[in-house]
């Protein structure tokens, strides 16, 4: 009796379910990539309300979900580069919310396979973070939002392009069921 070499699965053809419709793990990076998306914007609307609110958190980790700094290392970057993960969380968001409300797995697959529709998500996402990031530089509606301190605001969007560029091969790795992968997308783009 010969044994044979299993290569390991990767991280998309693991399934979360027993049955041939096996989902894919990457579901679960989704959901915590849209967590802590929530968890930040969230942390944002209460900052820009009332900025002091971080204080509670004292010095537990969870105060870097919060965009203020406490002139750390660490609380500049999470003030200015936490933003990268902006794009790849709201893609995520948007991703669970493709298979929740839109028909079912089988059409969200169809809908996710197109590089236009991906990549339309991803302007979309792009144009809501400028848009909020001039807003906060320039008070344009004069919404009850600001720079903090350690933010610039030419960073800003900077930051915001790197993560959407980081979104688009995000985008890709995300998988519904398991065995669906780049290579069987074009038959579901195409409808067959």
């Not at 967590?35 to 971080?54: E, K, M, Q």
């Not at 500049?76 to 902006?86: D, G, I």
């Not at 909020?132 to 530089?137: F, H, N, T």
């Amino acid at each position: 009796m010969a044994m044979r070499y299993v290569a390991p699965m990767s991280m998309s053809t693991r399934s979360i379910c027993p049955r041939d419709s096996r989902l894919s793990w990457t579901i679960l990076l989704a959901v915590v990539l849209a967590a802590i998306g929530v968890a930040r914007l969230f942390s944002d609307f209460l900052t820009d309300i009332d900025p002091t609110w971080v204080l509670c958190l004292g010095d537990s980790p969870l105060r870097f979900l919060a965009r203020t700094t406490d002139g750390s290392l660490a609380g500049n970057l999470n003030v200015q580069y936490f933003k990268v993960m902006a794009i790849p969380c709201g893609m995520a968001l948007i991703f669970l919310v493709n298979a929740g409300l839109t028909g079912g797995v089988a059409a969200a697959e169809r809908r996710w396979a197109s590089p236009r529709f991906r990549f339309t998500c991803i302007v979309a996402l792009a144009a809501v973070c400028a848009f909020c990031e001039v807003e906060k530089a320039a008070h344009l509606l004069g919404l009850p939002t600001g720079l903090v301190g350690g933010e610039r605001a030419w960073l800003n969007h900077v930051v915001h392009t790197v993560g959407g560029v980081l979104s688009y091969p995000l985008s890709s790795l995300l998988r519904y069921r398991v065995g669906t992968s780049p290579d069987t997308w074009s038959h579901l783009s195409s409808g067959r």
